[in-house]
C-alpha cells in the first residue's frame, strides 16, 4: 500500500508540472538532438504507453529522496532506487513545451557525477541509451540510470 500511495504521489508532482500538457496531448515523446526537438508520427509513442512507463517508473522502484525543483522553478528531480539497488533519477523541465506543430523546446541538463549514471529511458524506451555528461530534457520525464 506505501509503495502505491508514494507511486501515486510521484505520479501527481510530473501532473502538476509539465507532464499534464505533453502526455496528455495524445501525441508522442520528442526524438531531441543538437537543432531541436521534434514528435515522431503518432503511432511510435502513445499516450496511454508513455503513462503506463511513468507508472511503471514510480510503481516498481523506491523513492530514495524528496523531490526537489531547482532555484528557477523549472527542472523537477525525484531520487529513485530500484530492486536491484541501481540509483535512479526522474528529470524533466516544466518550462519547456511542444507546439500544435510538433515542434519541442528542451533544455540541457548536466548529469550529476556522483551516482555514476551511465544511461537513460524515456518514456517511449524500452532500452537504456547511453548517456555523456549532459541531456537533452523536456516537459516528459526521463528516467537516469546506473
Do not use: H
Request: hydrophobic letters at 35%; aromatic letters at 10%.
Amino acid at each position: 500500500m506505501k509503495r502505491l500511495m508514494l507511486a501515486f504521489a510521484a505520479i501527481t508532482l510530473f501532473v502538476t508540472t509539465a507532464a499534464l500538457p505533453c502526455l496528455a496531448d495524445g501525441n508522442p515523446e520528442p526524438i531531441c538532438d543538437k537543432n531541436g526537438c521534434q514528435k515522431p508520427p503518432l503511432p511510435q509513442v502513445a499516450s496511454s504507453t508513455s503513462w503506463q512507463n511513468l507508472f511503471n517508473w514510480v510503481t516498481f522502484n523506491t523513492l530514495a529522496s524528496q523531490c526537489t525543483v531547482d532555484a528557477g522553478g523549472n527542472i523537477w528531480t525525484c531520487g529513485f532506487t530500484s530492486p536491484s539497488g541501481a540509483q535512479l533519477l526522474l528529470v524533466e523541465d516544466s518550462s519547456q513545451t511542444c507546439a500544435a506543430n510538433g515542434i519541442c523546446s528542451y533544455s540541457s541538463y548536466t548529469v550529476p557525477t556522483g551516482p555514476g549514471y551511465t544511461q537513460y529511458f524515456t518514456l517511449g524506451s524500452s532500452t537504456g541509451i547511453s548517456l555523456g555528461s549532459t541531456v537533452n530534457i523536456g516537459c516528459y520525464p526521463i528516467m537516469l540510470s546506473q
